[in-house]
Every structure is written in C-alpha cells, then in structure tokens.
C-alpha cells in the first residue's frame, strides 16, 4: 500500500509539473511574441487551439466544480 501512494504521490506531482510547463510556455509566449522559441510557440498555440475548440461553458463549467469541490473539501476537513 505504501507503494501505491508513493507513485500516486509521484503522479500528481508529474501532472502538476506538466500544466506548470503548459501554463508557463502560454505567459512566455504572451510576453516575448512573435520571437518566442518554437517549442513555447508551438506549446501556446496547441494550448490556444484547444481552448478554442472546447463548446463553450466548458472551461467556466470545470472551473465551478474544481472551486465547489475545494470548497466541501475543506469545510469537511473542519
């Protein structure tokens, strides 16, 4: 069982790093430009493109159930 919390410990923290990386390569290439590097540039538009596509409400719809979610969270903790 220690095991399993370790990789899922392990996991997260990969999950975490990554939207990290995407989030960081979006600000990079709003500051910089046209003159970002190709793997920032390309990084953003895949981020853009897919945001773009998503029907809309989508993201607000996400956003309220993570927000909601946390709330319960920790008034249960109290």
Known sequence: ??????LRTI???VVEAAFLLI???VLLNIIVGGDADSFIATVAK?????LQRLPPGIVLG????VM????MKSRLQR
């Open 1 to 6: 069982m220690n095991f399993l919390a370790r």
């Open 11 to 13: 996991g997260w923290a």
């Open 23 to 25: 989030v960081l390569c």
């Open 46 to 50: 895949n981020a853009a493109d897919f």
């Open 62 to 65: 996400v956003a309220l159930i």
């Open 68 to 71: 909601i979610y946390s709330l």
